[in-house]
């Protein structure tokens, strides 16, 4: 948990904390929230401010807008780690908050990544923000719906942040080359084209344009008067974009999404292009060659079994391999299933039969198919009449495995699906088989 003065000093600081707003003039982006006349600008300028909760992906200025709010409402700031605070350390901080109310003193407790902090902990702000002892803004890259206590965030207004434009992210690096707090007491030669790349490269995010800047700018070459970045030094420095988005955060599901749908829509080309955003952002080859496995059962299932082997072998060779080589290995897998053709019955057995078994825990295993390891079990007719199928002409029994309740339960239903056409036919003749020999 940390306080903070307004008065810090910028000395040494990275070029992103010395271009940090302090007004919504300097402001980029969240046009939809700050311009003049909308909905938070309003109740900023106006003073009627509550509890919120910022939402949105990283570097779009989530911090810098609640220390703007703080310094517009001459309130106190605090700003908590999920990381490093307790319930302890909450509750020191909001009894001082309680205090400072009595002399008129407003407290804006900001809380980034919000959703790391436990329920216990979110739960701790819960009395403080009813009684409006303090204004708390909370910060996440997650869903609020699903990451904020629905008490904590009943008693928030949810805010969603954009991503920046290319065109706000170009404002912010000229902004950057001529203030003084940036470049502006040097004399920075970068072409429209390369400040055009840079803002490209940011994916949304100004931290990242602006320490990006920041490193060109240090790389460039300087004849004495001047530093000129080249397109050579630009591309040097950003050769590799090793985290196009957040491992944790939202975009990270949205593409494993569209990997996941466009294998399941026979689309190869999608599939392989989402496949390679997320390996080329730094992703982990074995998390995608576990959702790839997932995938073989789940979408193809009987369909094509062998589907499930290839994807057990990609995640071998990503093991043994690793990236770069291992791509190869991943779009072969994912090439197939996208052409494999699709079955989620095995999927939709499994939740028919889950229902089935939460709802019915305690039905008991029937008698004719439980183990008899011991007298006393052999004599409560454990194991009684049990038939062995391998002893039979055509390998099949009439015995009861289900409890009686859910005698007749049918959880796989097969499609006429690739292979799976076989084992319907198959399971056909088994449930035939089983009529005709149904015990009078």
């Known amino acids: 948990m940390e ?26 982006g969240q046009k939809h929230l700050l311009a003049p006349g909308k909905v938070l600008r309003r109740l900023i300028e106006n003073d009627h401010l509550s509890s919120m909760i910022f939402w949105g992906p990283p570097g779009v200025g989530k911090t810098t807008l609640a220390r703007i709010i703080a310094g517009k409402t001459r309130a106190r700031f605090i700003d908590f780690s999920a990381v490093t605070s307790g ?13 400072n109310v009595i002399y008129g003193e407003k ?28 204004i708390l803004i ?40 001529t203030d003084p707090r940036g470049f502006g007491e040097e004399k920075v030669i970068i072409s429209d084209e390369l400040l055009s790349m840079l803002a490209v490269f940011s994916n949304g995010d100004a931290r990242t344009a602006l320490s990006t800047l920041e490193m060109v700018v240090l790389n460039g070459d300087f004849d004495g008067e001047a530093i000129t970045v080249t397109r050579e030094t630009l591309e040097q420095c950003i050769s590799k974009k090793s985290l196009l988005y957040d491992k944790q955060g939202e975009e990270h599901y949205n593409l494993i999404s569209a990997l996941h749908k466009s294998m399941r829509n026979s689309d190869p080309d999608a599939a392989v292009y989402w496949l390679a955003r997320m390996l080329e952002a730094g992703e982990d080859p074995l998390y995608v060659a576990r959702r790839v496995t997932r995938f073989a059962s789940e979408d193809i299932g009987m369909a094509d079994p062998r589907a499930l082997e290839l994807a057990v072998a990609a995640y071998q060779a990503c093991h043994f391999i690793g990236m770069p080589e291992c791509s190869v ?40 198919i439980r183990n008899a390891p ?18 039979t002409k055509d390998k099949i029994t009439n015995m009861q495995c289900l409890p009686d ?27 035939e088989w089983k009529r005709q020999h149904k015990e009078k």
């Open 138 to 177: 909370g910060a996440t890259t997650e869903n609020p719906s699903f990451e904020v206590n629905g008490a904590l965030l009943s008693r928030c207004k949810v805010f969603v942040l954009h991503a920046l434009t290319e065109q706000d992210i170009t404002q912010l690096l000229r902004r950057a080359l």
């Open 87 to 99: 319930i302890k350390e909450i509750r020191e901080v909001m009894s001082k908050a309680e205090q």
């Open 107 to 134: 407290t804006v407790v900001f809380v980034d990544e919000i959703h790391r902090f436990n329920k216990a902990q979110q739960d701790s702000f819960l009395p403080y923000v009813e009684k409006g002892s303090i």
């Open 329 to 368: 290995h991943l779009t072969q897998a994912v090439v197939y299933m996208s052409l494999a053709p699709k079955s989620n019955a095995i999927y939709t057995a499994y939740l028919d039969a889950r229902k089935d078994a939460l709802t019915q825990l305690s039905e008991p295993v029937p008698l004719v």
């Open 3 to 28: 306080q903070h003065s307004f008065l810090e000093p910028t000395l040494a600081q990275p070029l992103a904390a010395r271009l940090r707003p302090a007004s919504l003039d300097e402001f980029v």
């Open 374 to 391: 011991t007298s006393l079990m052999a004599e409560l007719n454990y194991g009684k009449g049990y038939q062995y199928a391998h002893d």
């Open 405 to 431: 309740s859910l005698l007749g339960r049918e959880y796989y239903q097969p499609t006429e699906q690739g292979l799976e056409g076989r084992y319907k036919e198959r399971l056909d003749g088994i449930k």
